[in-house]
């Protein structure tokens, strides 16, 4: 699985952010054009009706439809828990038809003997997301949020939508985070780290009701420990040995691996907890001029999205700081072109995260450090390392 980076800017600062907010079926839509929101404002609501589920109670029970008919313990139009008895055989060889789900008992065909339960109705809302203002309707599905924000752009993330105060809890970017500054302070906040974080950490904010973590970076054996993967390692990668990770990071050079959920796992993450890595996997301080970006906003609140998709639709996980509405605010568009001079973020696994300056752009494709031809790019990294890697493995820097 390929990495490749979204040509538009890691940092975007002073744009006009525009975010859709819909539902995945038809509802009511409760904001109104031009109407202020925050982020915990409901846009819209629905009501979904599950499929009935369909129960051959005569093959369970053994016997005619019509036989099955005198035998129902069930009501029709009555509700019935997972497990409760819809029919009965007694006597010799005594069988009971259980229901497989809860729901209400809507139906039995006496000519089939076939019983449909139907599951309770779901009720479903989409967020604001983002404090800002409606600028567009769509009818019966949802509303465009539209605010002035800084956006910046992390390389993986675990989670999904979530908004809290972000709270500042390390004095530099190269700072790690420690499990005894974690405490009540940040219930309900996000905190920002710089280096790396470890599992126990995370734990630790989860504990204390914190909703999410911003860091440099995470070992990808921690990261396994921290989602749940690390005792299913030995099954998932055959290819590492000591099963210390559960993914693979590519045959070569050039792609890594998000970890796979194994079948049946359940994860400890919370569904509402949201972790954000900016630099890459390892031990690699946050860049510094994200760092002090996110620093200078230390008690605001701001939004975040862990989603991060390398196939089907590439995601990257975002992080959102609505601003002030100002006088002039830029468009979100293509990032900053590659040339001579431009800061890059080096993605291929064995430099992930790293920051180097372009030095050379060999016109056609070249051998690249490992050993694809491709188009690439000259780079230096600090200490003048140079390398010569794939243009898809890079990723300009505003």
Avoid: C
């Avoid at 040509?7 to 202020?36: D, K, S």
């Avoid at 975040?304 to 979100?332: C, D, F, H, S, Y």
Wanted: aromatic share 4%.
């Amino acid at each position: 699985m390929t990495y490749y980076p979204l040509p538009q800017p890691t940092i975007a600062n002073n744009i006009l952010l525009r975010r859709e907010r819909r539902l995945r079926v038809p509802g009511e839509v409760l904001v109104r054009a031009g109407q202020r929101v925050e982020p915990s404002d409901v846009v819209a609501q629905s009501t979904i009706t599950p499929d009935p589920m369909q129960v051959n109670i005569a093959a369970e029970l053994g016997l005619s439809p019509a036989a099955t008919s005198k035998r129902l313990r069930a009501t029709v139009g009555h509700p019935v828990e997972q497990g409760a008895a819809l029919a009965q055989r007694s006597g010799i060889g005594s069988r009971v038809a259980r229901a497989p789900i809860a729901g209400v008992f809507s139906g039995f065909d006496p000519a089939t003997g076939i019983g449909l339960i139907t599951p309770p109705s779901e009720h479903v809302s989409v967020h604001a997301y983002l404090k800002g203002i409606v600028t567009d309707l769509i009818p019966y599905y949802g509303a465009i949020i539209e605010t002035p924000a800084i956006l910046i752009r992390g390389i993986f993330g675990v989670g999904g939508e979530q908004h809290g105060v972000l709270k500042v809890t390390v004095s530099s970017h190269d700072e790690a985070l420690q499990e005894e500054v974690i405490d009540a302070r940040l219930t309900y906040g996000l905190a920002l780290a710089g280096g790396e974080v470890t599992a126990a950490v995370l734990q630790q904010a989860i504990k204390v009701g914190a909703r999410g973590v911003i860091a440099g970076s995470m070992r990808s054996s921690e990261l396994a420990k921290f989602i749940g993967h690390d005792s299913h390692a030995h099954n998932v990668n055959q290819a590492n040995p000591h099963g210390t990770s559960p993914w693979r990071l590519g045959a070569s050079s050039t792609n890594w691996d998000f970890p796979p959920t194994p079948p049946g796992a359940i994860s400890p993450v919370p569904p509402d907890f949201v972790l954000i890595i900016t630099e890459g996997f390892g031990s690699v301080p946050m860049s510094s001029r994200t760092f002090e970006m996110l620093a200078a906003y230390d008690g605001q609140q701001i939004a975040l999205n862990g989603a991060t998709r390398l196939r089907g639709g590439l995601a990257r996980p975002e992080i959102i700081i609505p601003m002030a509405r100002t006088t002039q605010v830029n468009w979100l568009g293509e990032g900053p072109q590659l040339t001579v001079g431009t800061a890059v973020r080096l993605l291929a696994p064995d430099y992930l995260g790293q920051v180097a300056t372009i030095t050379g752009l060999p016109v056609g494709p070249r051998a690249a450090q490992s050993g694809v031809v491709a188009p690439v790019a000259d780079v230096t990294l600090p200490g003048d390392r140079r390398l010569r890697v794939p243009l898809v493995d890079l990723e300009a820097l505003e």
